[in-house]
């Protein structure tokens, strides 16, 4: 099988001695995976060949007849000065050099250094214009504000601003070779978000899903890479790997802030070199797969602590998306439960039940630590309990009543901190009868003016709510 064009827009390769070009493409493939060379050996040709095909860089000799080198650099900064130009010449001349630098050439070397950093600046300058390139698709989609594939977010429920531009953002990274860092929560969507990147770059290849979280060592390195027969005891036959079982498609690595220390040497490995040696095998295997990885663990934190390695943070953050919580996007709130209703309904070959009105006005005043996997899990419960007529808000209730801590503070739907800060008083103390007045009224306003639900918030009937109330406002 061939292996794919890298980079997908070639290089052009100028120089007037055949036997250099091709030496030159050679070193490109087996140094730096470079195999999209187009070679050029007469400058005089090299102008019309610009007009019809479109190549990333320029490899430019400049001791060439008819047209040399100097002069054909001129000619293309003035007429394509997005194509980067780097001098590849016998001339060691500093002054050589300086005037091309100063005439628009991103670089110079000389044919008898060793190609190492000739190859490095040439990796540098294909990263940059990928940047690039990502920077500008991301503008256009911005200032269009729409989506090209919205069909591969259809399973992803929102009407956030947050997600919709992460979305926009996914399009714009989704054919980008790099790995996908996916972070937040636990139950946020994380998965939902690899698999739609994954429909982005084409579902028909293989989706492979592997949780690192709690492998030892020998088992994350026989599950990705696979080992040859014999290879230890009790190996009786050759197994693939997930690497290979992805193919060109997507591996997905869940919960890569648990990885283990000896394991993440191996994945920066893979991602660096991009092959890898099945256990007791000679022969290296491609990596072919995208590579999207999530946690819930915060990595920054983790590698400042030096409990991740940050060459690997580094490696895994290329492109980095961070899905909100279901508490920064209440909009969302009413959208999921009416989907997971339906959802959970025809799962269970029930009739669609009508849920109270009161019913996202209760949850809205709930923080969800388990995100929407838990609202999912609440609303296939009620189901599951459902006979006919209004839904039951009794096993919701029951969660929220679970959720709240002995000492009766109420984990506030808004805002995490508050409940951890404590209350902060002012320099006179507030009367029992003040602290109970604003709590009243702070509740009443969570519960957007529902006693029966305000009531819960704070503990107590709805009659003694009621009581309250009216005490208020005589
Ligand atoms: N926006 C959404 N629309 C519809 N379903 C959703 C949405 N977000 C999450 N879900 C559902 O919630 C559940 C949890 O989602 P998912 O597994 O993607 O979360 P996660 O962040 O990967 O979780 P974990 O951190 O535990 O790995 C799944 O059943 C998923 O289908």
């Known amino acids: 099988m061939s292996s794919p064009k890298f980079p997908n827009i070639p290089l052009l390769s100028v120089d007037d001695e055949a036997a250099w070009l091709r030496s030159l493409s050679l070193t490109l493939k087996k140094d730096a995976g470079i195999n999209n060379v187009l070679r050029c050996e007469d400058s005089r040709e090299v102008m019309e060949l610009l007009a019809s095909v479109q190549v ?83 503008k256009e989609r911005v200032l269009q504000d729409r989506l090209d594939n919205p069909g591969a977010f259809a399973g992803i429920v929102t009407r956030n601003r947050r997600m919709q531009a992460l979305f926009q953002y996914l399009e714009a990274v989704a054919h980008s070779p790099e790995p996908l860092l996916v972070t937040g929560e636990s139950g946020v969507g994380k998965e939902l978000v690899a698999r739609a990147v994954h ?40 197994r693939g790997g997930m690497i ?61 602590k030096g409990h991740f390695r940050k060459d690997l943070y580094y490696r895994l953050c290329a492109h980095h998306v961070h899905v909100p919580s279901l508490q920064e996007r209440r909009e969302d709130l009413p959208l999921l439960l009416d989907h997971f209703f339906e959802e959970a309904a025809q799962a269970m070959s029930k009739k669609k039940p009508t849920p109270p009105s009161e019913l996202p006005v209760l949850l809205a005043t709930y923080h969800f630590p388990g995100n929407v996997r838990e609202l999912r899990a609440m609303v296939y419960d009620a189901i599951s309990l459902h006979e006919s007529g209004v839904l039951s808000m009794d096993s919701f209730k029951r969660v929220l009543s679970e959720a709240r801590p002995e000492n009766g503070q109420v984990s506030p739907a808004n ?16 009367t029992l009868a003040e602290n109970a007045e604003m709590l009243v009224a702070e509740a009443m306003k969570r519960a957007q003016g529902n006693q029966t639900i305000a009531a819960g918030l704070l503990g107590i009937t709805r009659q003694a709510l009621s009581k309250r109330l009216k005490k208020l406002t005589s």
Not at 290 to 302: G, K
Not at 415 to 430: D, T
């Open 56 to 138: 990333s860089m320029i490899l430019l000799d400049l001791t060439m007849p008819h047209l040399s080198g100097e002069e054909l650099l001129s000619m293309i900064v003035r007429d394509y000065p997005e194509i980067p130009v780097i001098v590849v010449s016998g001339v060691n001349q500093i002054e050589t050099a300086v005037r091309c630098m100063r005439n628009g050439a991103r670089d110079y070397f000389i044919k008898s250094d060793d190609t190492e950093r000739l190859i490095a600046s040439i990796e540098r300058t294909l990263e940059y214009q990928r940047l690039q390139q990502e920077n500008v698709r991301l």
């Open 199 to 238: 429909e982005l770059r084409g579902a028909d290849e293989p989706w492979v899903a592997v949780n690192v979280a709690g492998l030892d060592d020998n088992v994350f390195s026989d599950t990705l890479f696979g080992h040859a027969k014999g290879a230890f005891t009790g190996a009786e036959q050759t």
């Open 244 to 304: 290979a079982k992805a193919g060109s498609g997507t591996l997905f690595l869940d919960e890569i802030g648990d990885l283990s220390a000896a394991s993440q040497v191996k994945l920066l490995r893979l991602l660096q070199e991009g092959e890898y040696y099945p256990l007791g095998s000679d022969y290296p295997q491609k990596l072919r797969a995208r590579i999207v990885v999530a946690t819930n663990v915060d990595l920054a934190a983790s590698q400042a």
């Open 415 to 430: 805002s995490g901190q508050e409940a951890a800060a404590g209350v902060l008083f002012s320099e006179r103390l507030p």
